[in-house]
């Protein structure tokens, strides 16, 4: 039954906000040599009990709408298969759902009384967003930029925990980092257009339509690896910075892929794969250069 759980939980998929946390933590310690543990642990618990939220509420939203019986499900896509097959029923799923929203609302809210308004700001937008993301937000088309403002807004707020301030530093490295959970979310919506479509969703791909799209696949690598140049030219983010450029090769193989294979579930799997490893890879690669010192 655990297992059924993790999966849909979409545990491997909670490495984005490993990474956003990660960011902030390794962009502080890079300016001020310093990491309060506590604050450290407890980010990470509430970030990623809210991430788990959004994927759990989408899970039942899909079910209930009827968008997951008719996708081809693959490991990138498609949904996590747990409602269909019968093994958990969709009021457990939705409790849950609900339960990590309040946890993660929660470890929220103790960070607001410590640490400000900023930072009920930040769990405001997460907590509206998060609730209505499977319904009003991706039925409006807004799921690729809410998706881009979460993984910016994580990095912001570790920071600013951290730090005590927002700094135009993390902002452009939330940038990066928000672009490279845009770009996950976004190629994993070609399988399931169709679906999507019947039901009423509009993602970025059903508004522009498959082909349009595939040539848009480029301008999120293109943000991020932008951001970080822009930063390190002005010198607000180290030089090892650009070591992120090694999953440079994993970019355009994904991006090569999909313009080719844009219209066939089976044959696009391979190119979700490595975008997801792209996008993980960078965002390691862009944590490792903060911490390089000597």
Known sequence: MLSVWFRVIRVRFLLASVIAVSVGLALNWWQ?????????????????????????????????????????????????GVLPEGLLKPSSVYRAGIAFLIIGSLIGGYFVITDGIIIAVILGFAIISIYFYSTKIVDSGLGEFFVAVKGSMIVIGTFFIQSGQISLESILAGIVVGSLSSLVLFIASFPDHDADKSKGRKTLVIAVGKQTASKLFWIFPLISYSAILVGVYANLFPLFSLISFCSLPLMIKSGLGLQKNYD???????????????GRITGALFVIGFLIKF
């Open 32 to 80: 001020n040599s310093t990491i309060q543990p506590f604050e450290a642990v407890l980010t990470f618990a509430g970030v990623m009990a809210l991430h788990a939220s959004v994927d759990l509420l989408n899970d039942f939203w899909d079910f209930k709408r009827g968008i997951d019986t008719r996708t081809t499900r693959t490991k990138m896509s498609g949904g996590t």
């Open 264 to 278: 066939s579930v089976t044959e696009l799997v391979p190119y979700m794969s490595s975008t997801l490893m792209f």
